[in-house]
């Protein structure tokens, strides 16, 4: 099963009635305390908080019907007091029973709704021009969609402002289509407790937070070896006991490897690693070459100094550090931060590496 790529998610009116607006009892309950814990952040459209109302007090004034003609029907239990069932007769008025489903759904709002989606974000305009074109929500069969699409629309636009993809947990048909042709900003879900099971997956992968960073940095390690590249190719090079007349040049670093990857500081949103590197670089050096050169015993000085060249093929170990954050910890939020070398100055010892040619230049340049 995938895990969650976004945490905000917005559930349909069909989600709850198939549920029965049990908002604190078996799933609908346990997505409460997952919405509670800010495992997920619900966005609610004042449609469907307006439409599950509406809802409520229908079957609750139902329900007080029913209970009131079933008294009749059993009515001849009344002559046994002491059943424990005889509690049914007392008064339970169709005011009560929606007070009481209402206070349950007010309840479920303070703790579970993270933001509210207003209907102002939806484009009247778009909305009108999908009702005529029969675009999903509408078609030929649902032509009065459009609280729904009041809904989506609202929804779509939420998302793109705040460049973040939504879950829409429904049952319904064409709000599946409308999600699949969102460009990726909506995408439907229409089962609520496979939904549960992504989420508690994907916190699953958190209770380990070093192993989750290890992930990630497995993800993007391409990215992070070809950054590393080109910063080595950056690093300012010199030779051990660096004398005037000495030169380096033609210096080409390659060979990169990463030996070890450590994860020195991490969190749910971000992680910084320690990587141990070692590449192999190849110079040439360019140096005063006394055994060759002239040497005045008179004046004690040398009349011509003769230089050498050698190209020296060194291995050369530094530690380098990379930061990456994934916002709401999610792996489809892990973005590359910051790539550093720890030397951006390194000595090259040319008596420590393979020499792979040696020249000496003519003593007087020609």
């Known amino acids: 099963m995938e895990a969650l790529e976004s945490r905000f998610v917005f559930v349909d009116t069909s989600i709850y009635q198939s549920k029965n607006f049990q908002f604190h009892q078996y799933s609908l309950g346990r997505f409460n305390e997952l919405c509670s814990e800010r495992a997920i952040n619900l966005l609610m459209s004042p449609v469907v908080e307006q439409e599950v109302r509406s809802h409520l007090l229908a079957q609750g004034t139902e329900a007080a019907r029913h209970v009131k003609e079933f008294k009749k029907t059993i009515k001849i239990l009344r002559n046994l007091p002491d059943l424990e069932q005889y509690s049914i007769f007392s008064e339970l008025s169709k005011e009560t029973i929606n007070e009481l489903l209402t206070e349950k759904f007010d309840n479920f709002l303070d703790d579970a709704v993270s933001e509210i989606v207003p209907v102002e974000e939806a484009s009247l305009e778009k909305i009108v021009n999908s009702y005529f074109n029969k ?30 993809k939504v879950y829409v947990l429904s049952t319904d048909g064409d ?52 950054h590393l590249e080109e910063q ?21 670093p390659s060979g990169l490897s990463i030996e070890s990857v450590n994860v020195i500081k ?4 971000y992680a910084e690693f320690a990587l141990d590197l070692k590449f192999d670089v190849e110079a040439w050096y360019t140096f005063a070459d006394y055994d060759r050169s002239i040497w005045d015993s008179e004046d004690k000085k040398y009349m011509f100094v003769a230089q050498s060249s050698r190209h020296v093929r060194n291995t050369v170990k530094c530690n380098a550090y990379v930061t990456i954050d994934f916002e709401d910890g999610l792996a489809a939020n892990a973005l590359l931060g910051d790539i550093e070398i720890e030397d951006s100055y390194i000595e090259l010892d040319p008596n420590d590496g393979d020499e792979l040619e040696f020249i000496e230049h003519d003593l007087f340049g020609n």
């Open 135 to 164: 675009v999903a929500p509408f078609s030929d069969k649902k032509k009065d969609e459009f609280p729904d699409a009041i809904i989506l629309e609202s929804l779509i636009n939420w998302a793109r402002k705040n460049q973040s």
């Open 175 to 226: 709000m599946e289509k409308f999600c699949q042709n969102s460009d990726g900003w909506l995408t439907y879900v229409g089962d609520l407790d496979e939904f549960i099971e992504r989420v508690l997956l994907t916190e699953d992968k958190l209770t380990d937070l070093s192993s989750f960073a290890l992930e990630q940095y497995k993800e993007l390690a391409k990215g992070i070896e070809s």
């Open 232 to 252: 080595i190719s950056l690093i300012e090079y010199s030779s051990v006991g660096y004398d005037v007349d000495d030169e380096v040049s033609e210096v080409h």
């Open 266 to 269: 991490v969190d749910r949103e």
